[in-house]
């Protein structure tokens, strides 16, 4: 429901947000826009805004754009670094406003048929559950066409118009770079400086799998054994494609899917510290205990049908990404692929399911821009990974800056890993335009302890699931997905 005001309305109050435990002072209200901007006579949604206010305001507000899609941009605490700065979070719609997208229908689907997610039969089941659901929506009042990265952009402008600033500066992670990016293209006089961190370029909303070895390769090498480290990559990755070919189905009485395991290896690879343990896992397979793999399968079901706002996942994606003369399930599971492109594979390889609201064709590439513009990644993203920002969008910023932190992962890792640096790094790039290089390898880890496997040979019955969850809410922090 909306509040009844008309378009364009936005007032603001004094209230408190939690954020990891800690409350903020800050100014809350609520945006009205039309729910689909091309639709004539469209319904008006409501959309949540929240403005933080600098301690010592002195420079221009930053606009700050957090990951997905299917996640809220509600949740941040601004670093000591920007504290003379207003920070804006604008709610995405699909996920934070009065009309959110859930499909219980995907999340039901994601169990799985035949016990292997990413058979070709799970495959068409998770379209088909995708079809349903979206036609459950669009039965209920909702117009799908509205629910793209183009019209958030508008409602971001929406945004800084009502609040009367003339400018702004963006602060972007994974997902939230790609309407960072559009944002700059549409309304380039409207950003002050652009900061992006692990950079999602148009097209990547969809993982090469032959690129998503390269990563783990690297991470494999950082992150081993010592023992396993003296191998050559091409053994490591032989290793782990000979460990998925030769799965058992069941462990201890627990079935063992493998396009779970799969599936959340690659997710769990998004941070360095879950990345060891995923590793660690494999190694200890290759030896003969599966114990990691199964827990890997088990928390899979506990994890992957809560991690996004799956209606709005969908709808981002296709709309943004989808080509439907591509062969998806061949492109993403190819011959001679280690991990393949699993969550790709998974959304994409069971045809066109989702309603395919296509964005412009222009907002489907990168525009040249003269803007300030700070694209930061970690040498070990497998999610985002640096090479491809490089390639794929430096090109286009005439006053462009690329900044890769080594021995880091994705956007997660960079504030856990490189928070000193990296705030240095935002707050004079902010305030000065100064590009300041300052982050350093982190130390190498010890071996790990207790891993994945120590923790499946200790569980039993309902503490099994227990632990297995707490298992799954590291996977949970790893959901910048884009």
Known sequence: MTTGEPGGTLKLKAAALRVGGRRLRVERGTLVVPERRSGGDARLIDLPVVRIPGERPGGEPILRLGGGPGMTNLRFRPPAALAHHDVLLIGYRGVDGSRVLRCPEVARALHGVGRNLLSPASRVNLARAAAAGAQRLEQGGFDLAGYTISEMVADLEDARAALGYER????????GTRVALLYTQHHPERVHR???????????FVWDPFTVDQQLADFMELTQSSRARRAGRGELLEAIADVLATLPRRWRGIWVDPGKVKVLTFVLLFQRRTARLVIDAYERARAGDLAGLALLSLTCDLVLPRLFVWGDFMAKAVSADFQPRRDYAAELDPPGATLGSPLSLLFFGGGASWPVHRIPDEDRRVAPSAVETLLVGGALDVSTPAEVAARDVLPHLANGRQVVAPGTGHVDDLWRLQRRALERMLRRFFDQGIVDVAFDAPPTESEVRIGLAEIAHGL??????????????????SRHCR
């Open 460 to 477: 039993e019955g309902l503490t099994a699931i227990a632990l297995a969850a707490s298992i799954g809410a590291a996977a949970k922090a």
């Open 168 to 175: 702004i500066s963006m602060l972007s992670e994974s997902y």
């Open 194 to 204: 652009s900061a992006m961190l692990g950079v999602n370029p148009p097209g990547h």
